[in-house]
């Protein structure tokens, strides 16, 4: 039953996620026409190790001193969109790069480079299209860990490969959001010797339908966490809202966590499943990390 109601809710979050309007596959040269900020925005486009996929992108932020400071290494956050999102999302909604930009302005974040792949499933390059937004059902309900399965591959290892990154756990976050949340948590729980810091916004941990049978990447959470959390994450951070639809469900993995002795932080605040909430997390994580 409990189960019934976990997906009955995912549906309700599926038909009411966030309701503004989403990016819908922007062409790389808008991406870089963006302006306005303190650093360096940068696309990548890189081979995709997917049968299916020839290729993906994502979007880079780098500190306005990366280039002019050219024996500097930096560490990297890798921060991931929900459901009808993309690799643009957290700039056009949650504002991740202003936000980042006045923080470090006050000294109250770090110099790092942020990294926002694109984590949705596609059928193949046709339907790719520039890496557009998915309709909500269809984000969730095809989350079955595709992108998931290469990211250290496809993702991490060209990231550090391309830029002068830190390369050690320690000097890793990944944070994501509802379903970006969702696999920040297996991606973190199969790969502990990858990230230091692990920021969930509003998430859920029951993987859908679709994941069934992709067990490499969506099985075993708890022995994966239980390898995790033999050398623990710096910082596993769960944020939730009251009246959050996965509240109840957070509540839970908080106390079963907190049972077998796992570290970590849970904030709870006033609020559901909405930017306003996302965009508070994500200032809150930036200042936690890499101190």
């Known amino acids: 039953m409990k189960r019934i109601l976990l997906y009955l809710s995912l549906l309700l979050v599926a038909s009411s996620c966030a309701a503004a309007r989403y990016a819908q596959g922007p062409e790389t040269s808008e991406i870089l026409a963006r ?10 486009t890189y ?4 049968p299916d996929l020839s290729v993906r992108r994502l979007v880079v932020y780098l500190p306005a001193s990366y280039y002019s400071d050219s024996l500097r290494r930096y560490p990297v956050m890798y921060l991931l969109h929900g459901a009808r999102g993309n690799e643009v999302t957290w700039i056009d909604y949650g504002d991740a790069f202003h936000s980042l930009d006045s923080l470090r302005r006050l000294s109250q974040a770090k110099d790092f480079i942020l990294v926002l ?3 949705n499933n596609y059928y ?3 339907d790719y299209k ?13 989350l079955d860990g595709e992108a998931e399965r290469y990211f250290c591959q496809d993702v991490v290892q060209r990231i550090d490969s391309l830029y002068r990154t830190v390369p050690e756990k320690r000097d890793r976050a990944i ?15 199969g790969h502990p010797d990858v990230f230091g810091y692990v920021g969930l916004f509003s998430p859920y941990n029951h993987p859908t339908f679709a994941a069934i049978g992709h067990r490499d990447v969506y099985g075993h959470l708890w022995r994966r966490l ?7 994450p710096i910082l596993y951070a769960i944020y939730i809202g009251k009246t959050d639809f996965f509240y109840p469900h957070m509540r839970i993995f908080d106390n079963n966590l907190t049972k077998k002795g796992y570290p970590h932080q849970i904030v709870i605040t006033p609020g559901g499943h909405e930017w306003y909430n996302w965009s508070d997390y994500l200032i809150d994580f930036y200042t936690k990390i890499f101190q």
């Open 47 to 50: 081979e995709s190790s997917e």
């Open 226 to 232: 239980e390898r995790q959390f033999a050398d623990p």
């Open 35 to 44: 302006s306005g900020y303190d650093g360096i925005l940068e696309a990548v």
């Open 175 to 189: 944070a994501g959001m509802s379903s970006g949340a969702l696999q920040s948590i297996y991606l973190s729980a």
């Open 130 to 142: 520039n890496g557009h937004a998915l309709n909500a059902m269809r984000a969730f309900w095809l």
């Open 124 to 126: 193949g390059d046709d």
């Open 117 to 119: 792949p694109n984590m």
